[in-house]
């Protein structure tokens, strides 16, 4: 059985491949009322697109998106809205190596393993363009908790990490890296551009935070905040770690170094610290909620790697085609994406009990 759907009371459907016609969600759940349109959405899908840069992928793909239902006069309306993004610039033939033999990294034969077939042209469903859909997706959400604020930025490409002294979020647009550090943004361009030249390629590490979310949203044991974030970023293709606050960091730490010290404010709790990254026990605390990324490097590369063939030959793979050299990059947008369908999911989970 396939899972396709994600949300509780918010749920949004993906649909499509990488090389078909067009891909794209359905948002069911939303309040009706709201005002949307696809000049919304478009800037945050504009983020996204690849070929804007020497430093992604040169498919050229404008991904408009069109609402095909659920939206009258400028609101939505209750009903499924449902959203779709079509494909213009695919080049299946790239692929005909990848037919005959596994990408190691990827997804190719995994999708073998479990469905006995697989769209091998860019990977099918297994292919990063499906976050497109998700962006458009998210775009709607946002609309739904204008009250919160998310940003997210590439804070580590390899092993070179921004400088947190040098931070100023307003970089963050200025650069090709969605970096917030300018200083890291210059060394990141011979980095990138040796890799992508070299015929390889290097992870990444997105972090992403969200302001004015207030305390209570997510419920205790099976329904965290935490652990939805984490199941959704985890969802995103590439990722292969998430952690909330400090994370793994906090195993270093002492108790009273890992606690967020409280004191009496004039608009209640005021917090001195955030280790937790603004969730405790599975709920909001009303802090910024934060969590971090990781990326593992784009598996399609024109390097020869040992591999075998579909028939179980010993061979070597070197992907052609247009590939990402760091695919956290263009994965900035889906982190902030899947950001806000998680709490705007969350926020109607906890009106729905809480009033």
Same mark, same amino acid.
């Given at each position: 059985?396939?899972?396709?759907?994600?949300?509780?009371?918010?749920?949004?459907?993906?649909?499509?491949?990488?090389?078909?016609?067009?891909?794209?969600?359905?948002?069911?759940?939303?309040?009706?009322?709201?005002?949307?349109?696809?000049?919304?959405?478009?800037?945050?899908?504009?983020?996204?697109?690849?070929?804007?840069?020497?430093?992604?992928?040169?498919?050229?793909?404008?991904?408009?998106?069109?609402?095909?239902?659920?939206?009258?006069?400028?609101?939505?309306?209750?009903?499924?809205?449902?959203?779709?993004?079509?494909?213009?610039?695919?080049?299946?033939?790239?692929?005909?190596?990848?037919?005959?033999?596994?990408?190691?990294?990827?997804?190719?034969?995994?999708?073998?393993?479990?469905?006995?077939?697989?769209?091998?042209?860019?990977?099918?469903?297994?292919?990063?363009?499906?976050? *497109?859909?998700? /962006?458009? #997706? +998210?775009?709607? &959400?946002? !609309?739904?908790?204008?009250?919160?604020?998310?940003? %997210?930025?590439?804070?580590?490409?390899?092993?070179?990490?921004?400088?947190?002294?040098?931070?100023?979020?307003?970089?963050?647009?200025?650069?090709?890296?969605?970096?917030?550090?300018?200083?890291?943004?210059?060394?990141?361009?011979?980095?990138?551009?040796?890799?992508?030249?070299?015929?390889?390629?290097?992870?990444?590490?997105?972090?992403?935070? *969200?302001?004015? /979310?207030? #305390? +209570?949203?997510? &419920?205790? !044991?099976?329904?965290?905040?935490?652990?939805?974030? %984490?199941?959704?970023?985890?969802?995103?293709?590439?990722?292969?770690?998430?952690?909330?606050?400090?994370?793994?960091?906090?195993?270093?730490?002492?108790?009273?170094?890992?606690?967020?010290?409280?004191?009496?404010?004039?608009?209640?709790?005021?917090?001195?610290?955030?280790?937790?990254?603004?969730?405790?026990?599975?709920?909001?605390?009303?802090?910024?909620?934060?969590?971090?990324?990781?990326?593992?490097?784009?598996?399609?590369?024109?390097?020869?790697?040992?591999?075998?063939?579909?028939?179980?030959?010993?061979?070597?793979?070197?992907?052609?085609?247009?590939?990402?050299?760091?695919?956290?990059?263009?994965?900035?947008?889906?982190?902030?994406?899947?950001?806000?369908?998680?709490?705007?999911?969350?926020?109607?989970?906890?009106?729905?009990?809480?009033?």
């Amino acid at each position: 059985m396939s899972w396709n759907t994600f949300g509780r009371v918010l749920r949004f459907t993906t649909w499509g491949e990488s090389h078909g016609p067009a891909l794209g969600a359905v948002l069911d759940g939303c309040p009706p009322g709201l005002a949307l349109s696809e000049d919304h959405i478009q800037p945050f899908m504009d983020a996204r697109k690849p070929g804007q840069s020497k430093y992604t992928t040169q498919r050229k793909e404008p991904d408009t998106v069109r609402v095909l239902s659920g939206v009258f006069e400028g609101k939505t309306t209750g009903t499924p809205i449902s959203l779709m993004i079509e494909n213009v610039d695919q080049r299946s033939k790239d692929y005909s190596e990848v037919a005959k033999a596994y990408r190691p990294g990827h997804a190719d034969y995994a999708y073998d393993a479990k469905y006995g077939f697989r769209d091998y042209r860019g990977g099918g469903r297994s292919s990063a363009r499906e976050t *497109a859909a998700r /962006v458009a #997706a +998210g775009a709607v &959400a946002r !609309v739904i908790m204008p009250e919160v604020t998310i940003t %997210a930025y590439v804070s580590q490409i390899g092993d070179d990490t921004i400088d947190p002294a040098n931070i100023d979020f307003a970089e963050i647009s200025n650069n090709p890296f969605f970096c917030p550090d300018p200083v890291a943004a210059k060394r990141w361009e011979k980095l990138v551009d040796d890799a992508r030249k070299a015929g390889s390629s290097l992870g990444a590490v997105v972090e992403c935070v *969200a302001t004015g /979310v207030p #305390a +209570g949203w997510g &419920a205790p !044991v099976y329904a965290k905040l935490d652990a939805d974030l %984490a199941g959704g970023m985890m969802s995103i293709n590439a990722v292969k770690g998430v952690e909330i606050g400090d994370g793994f960091g906090a195993a270093r730490l002492s108790g009273e170094q890992n606690a967020d010290p409280m004191r009496s404010g004039a608009n209640g709790p005021e917090f001195e610290a955030n280790h937790a990254g603004g969730i405790a026990g599975g709920i909001s605390t009303g802090q910024p909620v934060v969590c971090r990324v990781a990326f593992k490097p784009t598996s399609s590369i024109l390097t020869p790697v040992d591999t075998i063939s579909s028939s179980g030959e010993n061979t070597q793979i070197q992907t052609k085609g247009r590939h990402d050299p760091c695919v956290g990059i263009r994965g900035t947008p889906v982190v902030e994406a899947m950001m806000a369908l998680i709490l705007a999911d969350h926020k109607m989970l906890h009106r729905a009990q809480c009033g």
